[in-house]
């Protein structure tokens, strides 16, 4: 179990996290979401020791171990098996068999253990890395942004695993739909505050709107009472029958803390220029071919229409052809043979996602943006950079000091300069936050023209596309239908799940079958009547609820019409009401918190009982 209790931190002026923590308990995978620049990478680093909190503690049990695997690939070893042996503790350091069981678990063939790492694709290289973590069979496995780079294949088969991985899970990821696939709980930096909630992403930003409409409300309310008291104050000062009373409010008035009011949180809000086309085509593609090599095509006599309104999503490994597709119909690459032609009135732009390289770093952002057309003037440069949340002295930060974040939404911005009517897009939620994803995704939707995306991200194939165009066993293909239906009818025929076979180890499939049933029900029977008791204390402190609210309203009523009686009557129900609420959330704190070593216990033994599957 991880405890980070009451931490503090921040880098000269910037305050990031401010007097606030969170546990990580036994079987939990945690999510952490938060704004780009708002302190998630700060907190890993806390609490993997590479920074030191300013304030507070971050603790953990003596032998309890962390694994973390980074964005950043690097190898030292000239085979595959020493450098997954590299990750090996000291004491285990020519226990080369550790090593090639996660190899295998991970996907590797036994031919492959003495290639070099950098023979490897992408998604084996991000395999390799946590295998290194792995083999030191650490309590808490760290992961920031493990989906970056990795094809869909991969980011499906990593999903399985961390699902299946019987110990502690801390997860940051841009992508949102892996993220909720694979989490149990998401912990969000939210305000310099972390909060954390049992479920996905949508259920915690839920929560985080409704903390923040009762927190407004509050505010507003306690305003309008302490602006009653003042007026009370001021008006019965002089009258000696009423001292008491006007002193008890001033004492009232002392001791109350004015809530500040919530700064607004500023969110991606651009839309894309539309260029009107009144064509039935875009574009029309006729037996392409290109390939680096002329006897190992790429692509191979493809051929593709592409309407008004279409969203086109290209999917499939990595290094089969997708971006080198989108630079072939943005005349960035020459076909080997075949046609690529634009109707008349087709107006394009191509967001590449290795193009932040383009951006000048001595420049501000409002120059790259003014040096990107010669068409806009400062104002309109200036416009676009507070659509890209760059608001006032932000839009003169110079190019080489933003994060990769930020410079993607410079890129974004670039877009904008021009009206189109065909978005080229490739990978550009890489960088993005989920914040910025969202908003992304509800641009492209109400984008009137057509689009075609290369993406990863199953958020952004099931949100927008109604077409396809799938690299798959050394082929391209059209498909025409949804992301979903293509899942069902086709899906992808070589993806590597972590289910395996049942082994023969004294024990059938039947008696595991039946063994698994047998702690299935059990769990059942045992945490039933907790959830029952849960549901009846959420329910009386909801009920509880609405009688405080009533409460108040009369009490302040009593307090407008000076009717001391009523006000006592009152303030003495009010006060048990309160201790009767307090009462209970002690009560719900104990049977969650016992339903959770339930469930722990009971997945703990499923785990086991998946221990027998090879």
């Not at 942004?145 to 294949?153: A, F, K, Q």
């Not at 007026?231 to 009423?242: C, D, G, H, M, N």
């Not at 969202?438 to 993406?455: H, N, W, Y």
Request: net charge negative; glycine share 6%; charged share 30%.
């Amino acid at each position: 179990m991880l405890n980070i209790d009451n931490i503090t931190k921040g880098f000269g002026d910037q305050l990031l996290l401010d007097s606030t923590g969170f546990q990580i308990n036994p079987g939990e995978r945690v999510g952490l979401v938060g704004r780009n620049g708002h302190g998630k990478t700060t907190l890993l680093n806390l609490i993997c020791g590479q920074d030191h909190p300013d304030d507070g503690m971050i603790t953990y049990p003596s032998g309890y171990t962390l694994g973390f695997l980074t964005q950043k690939i690097e190898f030292f070893s000239k085979t595959i098996l020493d450098e997954a042996m590299s990750g090996l503790r000291l004491e285990e350091r020519e226990h080369y068999w550790k090593a090639e069981k996660i190899l295998a678990g991970l996907g590797f063939e036994k031919d492959s253990f003495s290639m070099r790492p950098d023979q490897f694709s992408g998604g084996y290289q991000v395999r390799l890395n946590l295998a290194k973590v792995l083999v030191a069979e650490p309590d808490l496995l760290i992961l920031d942004e493990p989906t970056n780079y990795l094809d869909i294949v991969s980011i499906r088969w990593i999903s399985q695993f961390l699902i299946s991985w019987p110990r502690e899970v801390l997860l940051v990821t841009h992508d949102r739909s892996f993220m909720d696939h694979v989490v149990t709980h998401i912990a969000g930096i939210h305000r310099r505050k972390i909060k954390k909630i049992k479920g996905n992403t949508e259920k915690y930003y839920d929560q985080i709107a409704q903390d923040e409409e009762v927190y407004e409300k509050t505010r507003l309310n306690e305003e309008k009472r302490t602006k009653e008291i003042e007026v009370f104050i001021s008006k019965f000062r002089a009258k000696a029958r009423l001292a008491n009373m006007v002193q008890s409010r001033i004492k009232t008035l002392e001791k109350t803390q004015s809530k500040e009011k919530l700064s607004q949180m500023k969110q991606l809000d651009f839309q894309f220029n539309y260029l009107p086309f009144a064509g039935k085509q875009i574009l029309s593609i006729e037996n392409l071919s290109f390939g680096w090599q002329k006897d190992q095509p790429l692509i191979d006599s493809f051929s593709l229409t592409v309407y008004p309104g279409d969203r086109v999503g290209i999917i499939g490994k990595n290094g089969k052809g997708k971006t080198t597709l989108l630079k072939l119909i943005s005349q960035k690459l020459v076909p080997d043979t075949g046609d690529i032609k634009f109707n008349p009135g087709v107006q394009y732009d191509y967001f590449e996602q290795t193009n932040v390289q383009s951006l000048n770093d001595q420049f501000t952002i409002e120059e790259e943006l003014m040096h990107s057309s010669t068409d806009i003037d400062r104002q309109t440069a200036r416009n676009i950079c507070g659509a890209m949340m760059f608001e006032k002295d932000a839009a003169l930060k110079k190019i080489g000091v933003l994060s990769g974040g930020e410079k993607a939404r410079v890129m974004l911005g670039k877009l904008l300069l021009t009206s189109l009517n065909l978005l080229l897009l490739d990978e550009p939620s890489n960088h993005l936050d989920i914040e910025a994803c969202d908003s992304f995704v509800e641009a492209l939707d109400q984008f009137e023209g057509a689009i075609a995306i290369v993406t990863h991200n199953e958020m952004f194939l099931h949100a927008l596309a109604n077409r396809l165009v799938v690299f798959k066993d050394d082929t391209v293909q059209v498909f025409e239908g949804t992301y979903q239906e293509f899942l069902d009818k086709e899906g992808w025929d070589d993806e590597v799940t972590v289910e395996k076979k049942i082994k023969s180890a004294g024990v059938s499939k039947k008696q595991l079958r039946q063994k698994k049933s047998e702690i299935i029900n059990d769990k059942s029977k045992q945490t039933k009547p907790v959830k029952q008791k849960i549901q009846k204390l959420e329910n009386d402190i909801e009920k509880n609820d609405i009688l405080l609210n009533q409460v108040n309203e009369q009490l302040l009523d009593a307090s407008k019409e000076q009717d001391g009686h009523k006000i006592q009557e009152l303030s003495i129900e009010l006060a048990r009401l309160e201790k009767l609420n307090a009462h209970l959330y002690d009560e719900l704190e104990i049977q969650m918190d016992l339903f959770d070593a339930l469930e722990k216990t009971f997945n703990l033994q499923l785990a086991e009982l998946e221990k027998e599957i090879i």
